[in-house]
């Protein structure tokens, strides 16, 4: 696991042959064959739970011993019940209705061709991530549910782990007559390798983060293959006039506080100078009570006094932290105008009873993800029915918003015809 | 037209922004005011015709005087016909159905939550064509009919045609109350121009390249921004066991000899050894009577004795030309096995009335589009219904096959509650 191969680009090449081998299989497979597999796998897990916590152990003491952080060796860790709930999870997506082979449209045409579009899959998926032995069962059961080949790089933290869970997965897959190349994961935590998956143009079709901003902006930066990904989440919080005010104190304090960690997690608070007077004590009170800092623009301050002052610099921070920015507005017009400027196009919400403004933020406004008087931590893949995500796209190119096993799919066009040929 | 801006990197992220600013406009305009936009530009034209021939002859004896191909010089030249016609082209595009803000999905969660996905404007979109002044018409139409903003940069031999072309379209956004800047033509023949548009990331949303193999496979190299494009059609057309004689013969001239030069005519067929005694014949000599070389394997040339002796070379080759390769295999799963490694994952058809082989070909070949019992020829926005295209693309990534204005776009989603917050 930690030999690191002479010719890195020549070994991460292999994986990639070895992975589009894998796809010629799995993605003419039976639905029913990739579910056994993904059940297959989850047995495997729930069976040697304890030799995977031995596992993890080994990575959990070696990561204290190199000085990990505290949060970061939390993600690491695997017990009984997060061993249990990745089994489950693989399960779950087993559940899943079957992404490949479905009739996405279908229409005639004046020649008498009768055209039909059909989902396929879409290839090699990398997959670059941090200490997170779940992720390797997220996205490698993600991955064969939709007849595509895993390439997983988790964190050089989680190597022991990792290494069994993805083995877990290869074993499922074999069990049941699949190729187990459809999941690999990448034996050498050398970081070199990481580069040669971000150009591997035509071999690998399509890379996914997952991790912190430092992580998905170097793979950004350096990747010539397309990344499914989003570098940040600065969600904004709209309280129009027409909002009621216990819905708006709702879920300001669920959109903020519920998890402050996560991308749709609020960052901004905008409210109508309208109702400003009206509802921002309120709202700000409650956020307090729960723990929350509000940090305030001028015109907030002027109306609520004990407001840290905001300054240019929070309206684009991603505080990920129990810290939430304040900014009153004239009215609709300038709160988009600012969603547009500061939004990093990932989840907005607007909270009123105003068909009108309603109208104006979903119709101007380009986010992934656009809400209407409910909390922005609902933009996961798990509330969008999606059943599991591997991530959250803000790109605008194929993938947008919770990518679900269906996200990782592409499509061919299959055309009937019975002897047409086409006319000068 | 041919003024070189002194920073040319500054000069094309300049455009990249106006273009920027009219995405905001038209990508949440009316489809009337787009529509009305495109029957502007087209009355434009027809109006204009003396003044854009007068250019276009300008163009045309340039490029004569630098020895340009007759080929070339020939797809450069605008008459009577080509103008009407690509005025003609804008109403049929104004024609067709809204692609923008079109539900294309919609349901409800347990959380109460209803999900809509609807369909938006991708972006800012750089098309790198030849000289040909019809595509300044067409990819500008596409665009303006998909919200997007087109950065048209056309070979220097039809610099004049294309600057009048472009003042068409700008004028019928103007006249339609839209940012004329929804079309912009780069205003230079440096060649540096087309490589920053390449790596415009973050700032053009999708390069489309129109022409020949050099270009496409030059811009596949350098480029940075997604690029949607076919590098060549080495289609395929596949007569197995169970084929209707005569159905053979007609579907193979056609798709071979019906136009030679197009990306969807059929360069390689494969048929089955249990009919090639009987049917190779009399398909050899109906493509050889309508001028077609063939050239075939060793055992096709045991059955037919006037084939040109085909080599390795011939099976990776796209002719655009009257030449057809000939193969003679052994069953459907040879005749697959041959086109995964030597089709360009473009068009393939097969001729049978055998059901499996259908199944089997149309279910294992992952190409953009599998034909059944018709001609390869089909391939093509128009015959799908799609109106016009902007190109074929062969990646698997958004848009594959015929890109039209519906393929021009991304979806965002909009979520539509009554004051749910999410539990912890």
């Not at 993904?38 to 916590?53: D, M, V």
Request: aromatic share 4%; with cysteine.
């Amino acid at each position: 696991m930690t030999e690191t191969p002479s010719d890195l680009k020549a070994y991460i090449d292999t994986l990639a042959e070895n992975a589009q081998a894998a796809v010629s299989a799995l993605g003419t497979s039976s639905g029913q064959a990739r579910n056994d597999a993904l059940c297959h796998a989850a047995a495997f897990i729930r069976t040697r739970s304890g030799e995977i916590q031995q596992a993890n152990r080994k990575d959990v003491a070696a990561a204290e011993a190199h000085g990990l952080s505290a949060a970061m060796i939390d993600r690491l860790k695997l017990d009984d019940a997060r061993i249990e709930a990745m089994a489950a999870g693989l399960e779950a997506i087993a559940a899943l209705p079957d992404p490949l082979g479905a009739k996405l449209a279908e229409w005639d045409v004046p020649s008498g061709l009768s055209i039909a579009r059909i989902s396929t899959a879409l290839g090699v998926i990398g997959i670059i991530y941090e200490s997170r032995p779940n992720v390797t069962v997220d996205a490698g059961g993600l991955c064969i549910k939709s007849g595509n080949a895993a390439i997983l790089r988790g964190g050089s933290d989680s190597a022991h782990s990792a290494a069994l869970l993805g083995q877990a997965m290869r074993d499922g897959l074999s069990k049941a007559g699949l190729p187990e190349d459809g999941v690999q994961l990448v034996g050498t935590t050398d970081r070199g390798a990481v580069g040669h998956m971000l150009t591997a143009v035509g071999k690998i079709d399509v890379i996914v983060p997952r991790g912190g901003k430092s992580l998905v902006e170097r793979i950004q930066a350096e990747a010539r293959v397309p990344v499914f990904a989003h570098l940040e989440g600065i969600c904004h919080s709209y309280v129009a006039a027409g909002a009621d005010r216990q819905m708006a104190i709702d879920i300001l304090v669920n959109a903020k506080m519920r998890r402050t960690g996560i991308c749709g997690a609020t960052e901004t608070m905008l409210i109508d100078e309208a109702i400003a007077a009206d509802m921002l004590g309120p709202i700000t009170s409650a956020l307090q009570e729960a723990g929350c800092e509000v940090r305030g623009c001028e015109k907030s301050r002027a109306i609520i006094d004990n407001l840290v002052p905001a300054s240019e610099a929070d309206w684009s921070c991603e505080y990920l932290d129990a810290i939430l920015s304040v900014k009153v507005v004239k009215n609709t017009k300038e709160a988009i105008a600012h969603i547009k400027h500061y939004s990093s196009g990932h989840t907005e919400s607007i909270i009123t009873a105003d068909s009108a403004a309603i109208q104006a933020f979903v119709t101007e406004l380009d986010s992934a993800i656009l809400m209407i008087n409910a909390s922005t931590q609902f933009a996961d893949g798990g509330e969008f029915g999606m059943g599991a995500e591997i991530g959250i796209a803000t790109g605008k190119l194929h993938a947008r918003g919770p990518v679900g096993a269906a996200q990782l799919t592409s499509f061919k066009y299959v055309v009937t015809g019975n002897g047409q040929t086409r006319p000068l």
